[in-house]
């Protein structure tokens, strides 16, 4: 079945500093790949997506690059700040497997000043 | 526009009880999916409704746990004779159709006495 693995967590960083999180797939066919940042006490909110292969997902200084041959989407922000302190979650969506999402574990992130 | 709504915010049964969970999707959302969140972990699917329609309950448990999402009012999940492990943060998603983007709620997070 599908699935998603994200590294572990929790990554700390200072402000300003570059935040990589590795996240890599499997998957039947070719989902569509998602990232949602989760702050404290909070739901999900969707940071970025791609559709298909070598798409770009950006949004508020994060990016992620839809890799086919690799199935990986790494998400990357060159320049963190305190306020992105959260937890961030990969996630794919099957189409074999109709809309749902397929999510990793999550990875907190923390960022000092 | 409003956005996915979950009530209650908190929600604490002792065991035995039974726990109802509402989520109002977002205005033109006909797609709902349920989704549970256990302490430190991911987000696991449980279910995807539609207007009176079960599309997919393939990750919900097969005892105690029932969803509906009628023509008229919120979507419910059920929760019936809860147990300790039941205790977790219960995201409901919305989207206008099949395929496109899923948009969280704040969700309700159950405790079991």
């Known amino acids: 079945g599908d699935s998603v693995t994200q590294m572990e967590g929790p990554v700390t960083l200072s402000e300003e500093a570059f935040l990589t999180i590795n996240c890599t797939y499997t998957?039947?066919?070719?989902?569509?790949l998602f990232w949602y940042v989760q702050y404290p006490g909070e739901g999900l909110q969707l940071l970025l997506k791609a559709t298909k292969a070598d798409d770009k997902g950006s949004n508020k200084g994060f990016e992620a690059t839809y890799r086919k041959e690799t199935t990986s989407f790494h998400l990357e922000k060159g320049s963190v700040q305190v306020s992105d302190s959260a937890v961030y979650f990969c996630?794919?969506?099957?189409?074999?497997?109709?809309?749902?999402?397929?999510f990793g574990g999550g990875t907190r992130v923390l960022v000092k000043p | 526009n409003a956005g996915v709504m979950q009530n209650p915010r908190h929600l604490v049964r002792r065991r035995g009880q039974e726990a109802r969970l509402r989520c109002s999707p977002m205005?033109?959302?006909?797609?709902v999916y349920w989704y549970r969140q256990l302490p430190e972990e991911g987000l696991k699917f449980m279910v995807y409704?539609?207007?009176?329609?079960?599309?997919?309950e393939s990750g919900m448990p097969k005892e105690r746990f029932s969803a509906e999402f009628p023509k008229e009012g919120p979507s419910i999940l059920r929760i019936q004779q809860v147990v300790r492990g039941d205790s977790a943060a219960y995201f409901c998603a919305s989207s206008p159709a099949s395929q496109e983007t899923q948009y969280f709620g704040p969700g309700t997070r159950l405790l079991v006495l």
């Open positions: 998957a039947t066919g070719y989902p569509s």
């Open positions: 409704l539609q207007k009176e329609n079960i599309i997919d």
């Open positions: 996630a794919l969506s099957g189409k074999a497997a109709g809309n749902k999402l397929t």
């Open positions: 205005k033109g959302h006909s797609h």
